[in-house]
Nanobody, 120 residues
């Protein structure tokens, strides 16, 4: 069994910063891509940022230049530094990872989500 646990969400004023973290645990053999998605009320879940095991990154257009994704392969963690936050960044943020569990195949896992609220 593999679990992803997020932390770091909360309430912040526009222009402020937050850092989200996600830790993967369980019977992990290897982790390929890791990333962050978000879902605002009434909207579809969208990619925020993703990072490969080798460190290549990909960002959603709306967060480029403001958010930075990073990971620690030794600790099975991924983080999202969010700067210059805007009210439209308000959403539930989900950690996601492509994980190969021990004696299993690679599949996607999701965290439970953490709320980020940006006030104007």
């Amino acid at each position: 069994q593999v679990h992803l646990v997020e932390s770091g969400g909360g309430l912040v004023q526009a222009g402020g910063s937050l850092r989200l973290s996600c830790a993967a645990s369980g019977s992990i053999f290897s982790i390929n891509a890791m990333g962050w998605y978000r879902q605002a009320p009434g909207k579809q879940r969208e990619l925020v940022a993703a990072i490969t095991r080798g460190g290549s990154t990909n960002y959603g257009d709306s967060v480029k230049g403001r958010f930075t994704i990073s990971r620690d392969n030794a600790k099975n963690t991924v983080s999202l530094q969010m700067n210059a936050l805007k009210p439209e960044d308000t959403a539930v943020y989900y950690c996601a990872a492509d994980v190969r569990a021990v004696l299993s195949v690679t599949r996607g896992y999701w965290g439970q989500g953490t709320q980020v609220t940006v006030s104007s």
